[in-house]
């Protein structure tokens, strides 16, 4: 491919790719060979950024198919013959694993796609391969690596593998981040979108969740977990999420979502003027060093010139003031994931096998422990112990009733904004959307990132604000590889 092609695809946006297409400029074979190239000179050679986990043999054949059918006359959407990686949790049915970077699941072909792979599918997008993630999405042991996983190894932060990559979906932020993909699939029970899109520079929505089908991936939590897109942009972020969003008869936390998600629709109007937009003060600033302490303030400020007032409470959420813990989490994993294992003929029956296997292997599947997972056996897997219940109706009650929901309505706000890494807990047990923004980076190098939060179902105000904060500030830059 020539140089100058590369160039023009280096951090290009969806609607400048589809925009290549439609002139004879480009074809989405040429576009997925220009991926291909990267992944092979930079994702297991040169920095090793050990993103990727798994690649689509067949992605150059459905690349081709997707070039045919726009000569035909036939463009199936914004995503037709664009190159997308999925996270290694969401089942795919086709020749690459479902494995949630486990040893323990090697051997593991999803028979049926995953409600959100199916989607892609039929919206004409490539599907490149599988992106490497924190073993069991991070829900394995307590000092895991944020990045790792026995099957894939160790995902590298493009910008200096001396920055935390951050959890779970750290392949899919990386690999975006490096331009190995348009946009990447990711999913989260608590951060795992939001945190890693913030560690790489890029955008990551957390939907509500029920906004997007929990069908077919491997679970964690089943009231928090939600897949989400991750992309350099945020208009390409929404066109991926409209994509994704929709009903699914096999997953009743879809049935509430509102009949018609449109996300992007005069976007490029979007405004901060007259917003109000609220922060915890304290609680927002004291985990903060002092470089992040200047870009929050930073954030604030630009904010405020764009015309939103700044809402400064003493608390958002008594959840602030409580000592966290899994309760919910170590429950409910245990229930789906033999479920999950049960559905999908595994070679494994359940997560006591799961265990076993990693005690059987020590020395290549234990490098960090399982203790999340011995805790979770011990649970009842039936979700009845006092123990889980109260601590679910605590979550909600105090993220949502008392928390997002009263202080949005008791001081008119019209979100809520955050250091990312700080506060994305309390969006993740309420279950509501938050959407993560390139925001600077430290004195270090390091990348920092802010995220917008709000009620339900909320997305499209959520990414409006995001956007129009993005072309204010235009702080991602791409990393030097």
Known sequence: MEETKEILLEEATIDHIQSLFGEGKLSSKELTMYYLKRIAELDKNGPHINAVIEI????????????????????????????????????????????????????????????????????????????????????????MPNGYSSRGGQVQNPYGSQFDVSGSSSGSAAAVSANFCMAAVGTETSG?????????????????????????????????????????????????????????QADPATWKQPESIELTSGIETASLVGLRIGISE????????????????????????????????????????????????????KSGINAYLSKNNARLSSLKEIIEFNNNQAESALLH?????????????????????????????????????????????DAIVYPTNVWYGIPAKAGYPSISVPAGFEENGTPFGISFCAEAFSEKKLVRIAYAFEQATHHRKAPKL
């Open 56 to 143: 689509n043999p067949d992605a150059l054949f459905i690349a081709e198919a997707m070039d045919k059918e726009r000569k035909e006359g036939k463009v199936r959407s914004a995503w037709h013959g664009i190159p997308v990686l999925l996270k290694d949790n969401v089942n795919t049915d086709d020749a690459m694993h479902t494995s949630a970077g486990s040893l323990a699941m090697v051997g593991n072909y999803a028979a049926k796609d995953a409600h959100a792979a199916a989607i892609l599918r039929k919206s004409g997008a490539v599907i490149l391969g599988k992106t490497n993630l924190t073993e069991w999405a991070n829900f394995m042991a307590l000092h």
């Open 192 to 248: 795992s979108i939001v945190c890693p899109a913030s560690s790489n520079s890029i955008v990551g929505i957390k939907p509500t969740v029920g906004l997007v089908s929990r069908q077919g991936i491997i679970p964690i939590s089943s009231s928090q977990d939600t897949a989400g897109p991750m992309a350099r942009t945020v208009k390409d972020a929404a066109l991926l999420l409209e994509i994704l969003a929709g009903v699914d």
């Open 282 to 333: 304290d609680y927002f600033f004291k985990p903060l060093n002092d470089s992040q302490k200047k870009l929050f303030e930073r954030t604030l400020n630009v904010l405020e010139l764009d015309g939103a007032t700044i809402v400064k409470l003493r608390e958002i959420s008594p959840l602030e003031n409580e000592d966290w813990d899994y309760n919910v989490l170590l429950h409910e994993f």
């Open 369 to 413: 422990g399982q203790e999340l997972l011995l805790a979770s056996e011990k649970t009842s897997g039936t979700l009845t112990e006092p123990a889980y219940l109260n601590a679910r109706l605590n979550d909600l009650n105090k993220s949502q009733n008392l928390g997002i929901d009263k202080s949005m309505a008791e001081y008119s706000l």
